[in-house]
């Protein structure tokens, strides 16, 4: 089984920085990509950040130049830098792998526990 486990998310005031990291662990063949996702309540939860095998990085318009997505694989773990927050930022931020058990198998999909970001104005 594979676990995901998110850390960083808090308080921080319009303006402010972030960084948010998850880390993968388990029986894992090969990492096919990561990602960071959000939600606020009543809404559907909304890709932020992907990042593929290859380092291929995709970002929602709404962050472009002011989040960074990167990863380290030799640690399984991917990480989002949040620069100049904004209000409109605030949510509860999700990781996401995309992964494949064994040398066989198709994608498999594991979200982390999820961590609240409040940013204040």
């Known amino acids: 089984q594979v676990q995901v486990v998110e850390s960083g998310g808090g308080l921080v005031q319009a303006g402010g920085s972030l960084r948010l990291s998850c880390t993968a662990s388990?029986?894992?063949?090969?990492?096919?990509?990561m990602g960071w996702y959000r939600q606020t309540p009543g809404k559907l939860r909304e890709s932020v950040a992907t990042?593929?095998?290859?380092?291929?990085?995709n970002y929602a318009d709404s962050v472009k130049g002011r989040f960074t997505i990167s990863a380290d694989k030799a640690k399984n773990t991917v990480y989002l830098q949040m620069n100049s927050l904004k209000p409109e930022d605030t949510a509860v931020y999700y990781c996401?792998?995309?992964?494949?058990?064994?040398?066989?198998?198709?994608?498999?999909?594991?979200w982390g526990q999820g961590t609240q970001v409040t940013v204040s104005s």
């Open positions: 996401q792998f995309d992964v494949r058990l064994r040398l066989w198998s198709g994608p498999s999909y594991y």
């Open positions: 388990g029986t894992i063949f090969s990492i096919n990509g």
């Open positions: 990042i593929t095998r290859d380092e291929i990085t």
